[in-house]
């Protein structure tokens, strides 16, 4: 399916196409958070493609890169690790990564660091608890055709302790 990625504070569009590599410069003038869209319909969810590009410090840029480069970091807290171990068994490895652990798929998104993000499912939802459980339990009723099965059928536990661990992700 075809994007088409689009900040219009910043200008430029670019559209993504399936087997071509393609590039956009930009040029911002200021430091800031800046929302983009999809421009182009690209399905059932088309209307929930939004995203963040955050324009920053040449240093802070530089220090941002290097930590979201790194392998994620051992899981702070009880429920943290208990959600990994859970991560693990209910099969979110299978389509997900999460470097530096033995979570390699490669289907869904990287993880590694998604406690940090600014959002969640491509903009539509905020970065927290509450966000991360309506996802993990039915990500068709917010995004129409996605390609996550929904997890709402596993035990209250494990799925307070997946969100821990998916927080945790920093």
């Known amino acids: 399916m075809i994007h088409s990625f689009w ?42 493609m939004e995203f963040l590009a955050v324009v920053m410090e040449p240093d802070a840029f530089d220090r941002w890169l290097a930590a979201q480069a790194a392998p994620a970091r051992a899981p702070s807290t009880a429920l943290a690790r208990r959600g990994a171990e859970a991560f693990m068994t209910h099969g979110c490895a299978a389509c997900h990564t999460v470097r530096g652990t033995p979570a390699a798929g490669r289907v869904g998104p990287d993880l590694t660091h998604v406690g940090s993000r600014l959002s969640l499912a491509a903009g539509t939802l905020p970065n927290d608890a509450a966000a991360f459980r309506r996802w993990i339990d039915h990500p068709d009723r917010i995004k129409p055709d996605v390609l996550m099965p929904a997890f709402g059928m596993l035990p209250d536990d494990d799925l307070d302790a997946i969100v821990a661990y998916l927080e945790d992700l920093q």
């Open 7 to 48: 900040i219009p504070s910043l200008g430029g569009k670019l559209d993504n196409i399936p087997g071509r590599t393609t590039t956009l410069v930009l040029e911002p003038t200021r430091t800031g958070t800046f929302e983009g869209i999809c421009a182009e319909y690209c399905g059932t969810s088309h209307a929930r």
